[in-house]
């Protein structure tokens, strides 16, 4: 099912909106990948693979939900379907992330289809907002994209001279691709919710 957000509740919050849905994406991917961190040396890799997407997922998608309940009218199944969406969808990319990670060209690939496999598992939530599903796609495609090189580039500045511990590689590493994905997301999903409701355009041109 789609959800139906409330033009009325969002009019002059939409920057606290996108503020908010950067942050959530952020704090998602640390909350859901922290404690992994310390684990995933213990565990077997095909094991990682499965529980990670799983864990960063369903909190991920928690977080962005609990960022557009104020303005939801309708929440239809958000949890769920969003949750399911981002479990998916992460886990397919995280692995064609991984085999395709050996070359910059690879990774390059691996991270445009991880963006792409999540906006369109977003797709259904999203569809009654969606004017256009292409905007959507783009966002993600370049939000995730970008936020794993900027992160890269910036682990190479942070830790030059001493190798960072768990923590602090993983806070430089998933908090910058979460802010960055986060933010170019954030101006898209703003940009979806003022336009008239796609169901509602529909119903009107029947009538």
């Given at each position: ?24 994406t ?47 009218a ?20 995280l ?62 500045a ?7 511990t768990t ?24 940009w ?11 119903v009107?041109?029947?009538?």
């Amino acid at each position: 099912m789609s959800i139906d957000i409330d033009e009325s509740k969002l009019k002059g919050s939409e920057f606290k909106l996108g503020l908010a849905w950067t942050a959530a994406t952020a704090v998602g991917m640390l909350v859901g990948y922290l404690p992994l961190a310390f684990l995933v040396g213990s565990l077997d890799l095909g094991l990682v693979r499965v529980i990670v997407p799983i864990i960063i997922g369903a909190l991920l998608g928690l977080a962005q939900y609990l960022v557009l309940r104020p303005y939801i009218a309708k929440s239809y199944d958000w949890i769920i379907n969003q949750a399911v969406g981002w479990v998916v969808g992460f886990a397919i990319g995280l692995l064609v992330v991984q085999f395709l990670s050996r070359t910059a060209l690879g990774m390059l690939l691996g991270f445009v289809a991880f963006g792409l496999i999540v906006s369109l598992f977003q797709y259904p939530a999203l569809r009654r907002e969606i004017p256009h599903l292409a905007p959507w796609v783009i966002a993600n495609v370049v939000g995730w994209t970008l936020g794993a090189y900027l992160s890269q580039l910036a682990a190479g500045a942070f830790f030059q001279s001493a190798l960072p511990t768990t923590f602090s590689g993983v806070l430089v590493s998933v908090g910058i691709t979460g802010l960055v994905a986060g933010a170019v997301t954030a101006v898209a999903l703003v940009w979806i919710v003022r336009q008239p409701d796609q169901l509602d355009v529909q119903v009107k041109g029947q009538s």
